[in-house]
């Protein structure tokens, strides 16, 4: 069954301290993995997309890792800013005869003072 | 300005009354989709279309129709809205399904009593 599962469920840190959410995916085959940000409320906004071939991608303070052979993905935040707090979910696109988006559940970030 | 524009925002109805929620976008891209966001099971693709008069169903389509009767519109019907169809729904629009950015409208919070 196609899953990609995201930890932690939710996570505080202070202001200017670094975090990393994983997220780990049994989606095949494989397209390409993709992190969004979601404010409460609002659309999911992208950050990376990395395909098969790509370990590392960034985006300013962010940063994605992918490691393809064992399914894992990292998203990690450097110096952390209060609007970094948000929903940071991982999303795996497969690529079947259509294709399908598969979103794992988020990970809560607060970002406190 | 490149943006995803849904309508309404918010909506409250009643079982078995047939509502369509808009979308458009105005980037010319060819592939469009419907998603609906639960609290504890994260964004579930609902339909989606390669482009114009292609659609296909994604994970959760039942008891929902799309159309893509031109390239920047592409509405959700709900023929009969029950209770469990009351979501908050996203539409999102990318220039190619696979490994392009996906471009998130604000969302549709929909309420079915």
């Known amino acids: 069954k196609n899953q990609v599962e995201q930890s932690p469920q939710s996570l505080i840190i202070l202001e200017g301290k670094n975090c990393t959410l994983q997220?780990?995916?049994?989606?095949?085959?494989?397209?390409?993995l993709r992190w969004y940000k979601q404010d409460t409320g609002r659309g999911p906004v992208s950050l990376t997309i990395?395909?098969?071939?790509?370990n590392t991608k960034s985006n300013g303070r962010y940063t994605a890792t992918l490691d393809a052979d064992t399914k894992q993905s990292s998203l990690h935040i450097t110096a952390s800013q209060l609007s970094d707090s948000a929903s940071y979910i991982c999303?795996?696109?497969?690529?079947?005869?259509?294709?399908?988006?598969?979103f794992g559940a988020g990970t809560r970030l607060f970002v406190k003072a | 300005e490149a943006q995803v524009t849904q309508n309404p925002r918010y909506l409250i109805t009643v079982t078995g009354k047939k509502l369509t929620v808009t979308c458009s976008q105005n980037?010319?891209?060819?592939?469009m989709s419907w998603y609906r966001q639960d609290p504890g099971l994260g964004l579930r693709q609902i339909y989606y279309?390669?482009?114009?008069?292609?659609?296909d169903k994604g994970d959760v389509p039942e008891g929902y129709k799309v159309s893509r009767k031109e390239k920047r519109n592409f509405p959700l019907i709900l023929e009969s809205p029950s209770p469990n169809q009351t979501s908050l729904y996203f539409c999102?629009?990318?220039?190619?399904?696979?490994?392009?950015?996906?471009?998130f409208g604000q969302g549709t919070r929909l309420t079915v009593v």
């Open positions: 999102a629009s990318s220039l190619q399904g696979r490994g392009t950015e996906a471009f």
């Open positions: 997220c780990n995916y049994t989606v095949s085959p494989f397209s390409n």
């Open positions: 990395m395909t098969f071939s790509e």
């Open positions: 999303v795996v696109i497969s690529n079947t005869g259509g294709f399908k988006t598969i």
């Open positions: 980037m010319n891209h060819e592939y």
């Open positions: 279309s390669m482009n114009v008069e292609v659609t």
